[in-house]
Nanobody, 115 residues
Framework: QVQLVESGGGLVQPGGSLRLSCEAS????????MYWVRQAAGKGLEFVAG????????TYEDSVKGRFTISRDNVKSALYLQMNEMKVEDTAVYYC????????RGQGTQVTVSS
C-alpha cells in the first residue's frame, strides 16, 4: 500500500532553514504529481507546494513563494522541501501527500519556528 514517510522537521529560529524529506513507496512515484501540505495547530490542512511528475513544474502557496523550494528524485522515490527565511507563521506539521488536498499523506513532521 501507499507509504509516505516524512523526516527533517525540528525547531528553527526565525530566518533559519530546514530541509524536509519524504520517502515514498507502494505506488509509481515517477508517475505521480506530489505535494507538501501543512497543518498549524487549530487549523485545517493547507497546500504548501506541488511538483509535476518530471519535476519541471512547481507551484507554491503565495506566502512561501521565493522562500521554499520543492524538488524530487524519481530514482530514489523521494520528495524534498527546502525551507529558507522561515517565519513564525510557518510553524505546523508538514505532510508529504499524493494529492493537493492532503487526503493521502504521511504521518507528518513537526516544524517549529521560534526564537
Amino acid at each position: 500500500q501507499v507509504q509516505l514517510v516524512e523526516s527533517g522537521g525540528g525547531l528553527v529560529q526565525p530566518g533559519g532553514s530546514l530541509r524536509l524529506s519524504c520517502e515514498a513507496s507502494g505506488f509509481t512515484f515517477s508517475g505521480s504529481c506530489m505535494y507538501w501540505v501543512r497543518q498549524a495547530a487549530g487549523k485545517g490542512l493547507e497546500f504548501v507546494a506541488g511538483i509535476y511528475r518530471d519535476g519541471m513544474v512547481q507551484t507554491y502557496e503565495d506566502s512561501v513563494k521565493g522562500r521554499f523550494t520543492i524538488s524530487r528524485d524519481n530514482v530514489k522515490s523521494a520528495l524534498y522541501l527546502q525551507m529558507n527565511e522561515m517565519k513564525v507563521e510557518d510553524t505546523a506539521v508538514y505532510y508529504c501527500a499524493k494529492d493537493r488536498q492532503g487526503r493521502t499523506r504521511g504521518q507528518g513532521t513537526q516544524v517549529t519556528v521560534s526564537s
